[in-house]
């Protein structure tokens, strides 16, 4: 019998010309070429005739075997400037290990339990060892291979070139120049950022290529991203006298007017709604790189009074009293409601997904600990001030949480970053505590002395220099004598638990 030629094999098939694959559209999913006709026959019970314009129309096209399409991994990886989705494919929660050069992919805590008994010989921890990424595959059974976005598969691409580094910082610098009127010196000011200060803004599981290739990349056609990576560069440079060629006056100019520049566009765009996934990356970037500015300014500024005690600011009542920083790193899901599944899909799915996951450890040692946070709440140089029952629960929740903190970053040690130390105390507290802070509450602000002992390991951070000492300086001037005395045995006491374990250990 003759082939259906009213048949139009489009409608049922798309070609994925990047890929070179085809896929089944009421399937999802891609058809070896050598399984197209086996598929027609089966899946969708076609008869012969009418598959034929169907295997017609595949022998036309140029097609990949799955095997280049997908490597020898148990996961592939797409090239790092793949569309991510693919388009016609299902998107589907999954997780990624972060061992360092792991990167394996899987859909369930389950499988991602035992592929670490199996490959890295212990078992993995929820939040420590693995995140949440989009994933898609293209082929199902036999086939089945996870791919990521290329920005997330970052901890299993090998160290790349410099040379191919050098191309892709100056590909970023013409994108900024497209988009805007970049000057010389902002020009070496997003040189500085490409090289060096990229690196603060990474976490633990070294998402450093991130925030060097994908995050000014969306930087360059967003206004308050751009800025906002300028006056953190200038900072990072004035605050590690990198500075040589521009001097420190002029840099200071530089960050406080790329600053105010990128809050005026910041401001506008939350206030209109973001109306664009790009936009939402930006958001999502911008809050890191502003968290980041504010730490290295804290305290800074000696010209204005103090109305900020780190977490909260008294003159922002916009804000919920909030500090800035604090505001938006809560908010952030927020500001891009809407477009939060976009980002969930997007180059930045993992660090939006970061904020949401605890990592407290409640053991032996932080349960010392809150005994001795606790006892403080009924200590007698408190007694001037009496608190209600309503609010004592949030001083006891936020008391309990600090200890779990602590315990948290003292195992962390060496390697705790910001992000850490701002998802262990400050992003739990209930809005309650902070407006006890804000209205400088003596035990609010007790609490908030001891939070400095975390601050004081990030001290090694160029942004993060001398924070603790100039937070607790500022909160010994909110304590009266007997208050101070009663810090000091509070941080021997925590020093001493923490000395009995390591003896222990
Ligand atoms: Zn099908
Ligand atoms: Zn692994």
């Not at 017609?56 to 097609?63: G, V």
């Not at 120049?177 to 200060?197: C, E, G, M, P, V």
């Not at 899901?333 to 980002?343: A, E, M, N, Q, S």
Request: glycine share 4%.
């Amino acid at each position: 019998m003759e082939p259906d030629i009213r048949i139009q094999p489009q409608k049922l098939l798309h070609y994925n010309e990047t890929h070179q694959i085809i896929i089944c559209k009421p399937c999802q999913y891609a058809i070896q070429p050598a399984a197209l006709d086996r598929h027609m026959k089966e899946i969708h019970a076609l008869h012969r005739h009418r598959r034929q314009p169907y295997t017609d129309y595949a022998a036309r096209l140029p097609l990949k075997e799955p095997s280049e399409l997908l490597g020898t991994g148990s996961s592939m990886l797409l090239p790092e400037d793949g569309d991510f989705p693919v388009p016609g494919i299902p998107v589907i929660s999954g997780l990624q290990c972060l061992n360092v050069g792991c990167g394996h992919l899987c859909v369930s805590v389950k499988r991602m339990q035992s592929h670490w008994k199996a490959e890295h010989k212990k078992s993995g921890c929820a939040a420590l060892d693995w995140q949440s990424v989009p994933l898609q595959t293209f082929f199902r059974g036999n086939l089945l291979r996870y791919f990521t976005h290329p920005a997330l598969s970052v901890v299993k691409l090998p160290d790349t070139s410099t040379e191919n580094v050098d191309r892709q910082m100056n590909a970023i610098q013409d994108a900024w120049s497209s988009h805007a009127a970049i000057n010389q010196t902002d020009k070496s000011l997003l040189a500085h950022y490409l090289r060096f200060t990229h690196f603060s803004l990474a976490n633990r599981h070294g998402n450093a290529r991130l925030w060097q290739i994908s995050v000014p990349r969306i930087a360059a056609s967003n206004c308050f991203l751009r800025h906002g990576i300028l006056a953190l560069s200038a900072q990072h440079i004035l605050n590690t006298e990198h500075a040589q060629s521009i001097d420190n006056q002029q840099l200071t100019e530089m960050a406080s007017k790329h600053h105010d520049k990128a809050m005026r566009a910041f401001k506008a765009t939350i206030d209109a709604k973001p109306s664009s996934a790009l936009e939402c990356h930006g958001i999502i970037a911008f809050i890191h790189v502003y968290t980041l500015f504010y730490f290295s300014n804290y305290g800074k500024d000696t010209s204005s009074e103090f109305q900020d005690l780190f977490l909260a600011d008294a003159t922002r009542p916009d804000l919920g009293y909030l500090s800035p920083w604090l505001h938006y790193v809560r908010h952030g899901c927020h500001l891009v409601c809407g477009f939060w599944d976009t980002i969930g899909n997007g180059p930045l799915a993992s660090l939006a997904a970061s904020w949401e996951i605890p990592i407290m450890m409640e053991d032996e040692q932080s349960s010392q600990i809150a005994t001795v946070l606790l006892s403080v709440l009924d200590h007698n140089c408190f007694d001037g001030d009496q608190i209600s029952d309503q609010l004592r629960d949030s001083y006891v929740q936020a008391a309990s949480d600090l200890a779990l903190a602590l315990n948290a970053a003292q195992s962390l040690g060496s390697e705790l970053t910001i992000w850490d130390a701002i998802r262990l105390w400050p992003l739990t507290l209930s809005l309650e505590f902070v407006h006890e802070v804000k209205k400088e509450k003596p035990r609010s602000v007790f609490l908030l002395a001891c939070y400095c002992f975390i601050l004081e390991s990030l001290d090694d951070f160029w942004f993060a220099k001398g924070l603790s000492k100039s937070l607790s300086s500022i909160i010994c001037t909110k304590l009266n004598k007997c208050q101070r005395e009663l810090l000091q045995e509070v941080t021997d006491g925590i020093t001493s638990v923490f000395r009995q374990s390591i003896a222990k250990s």
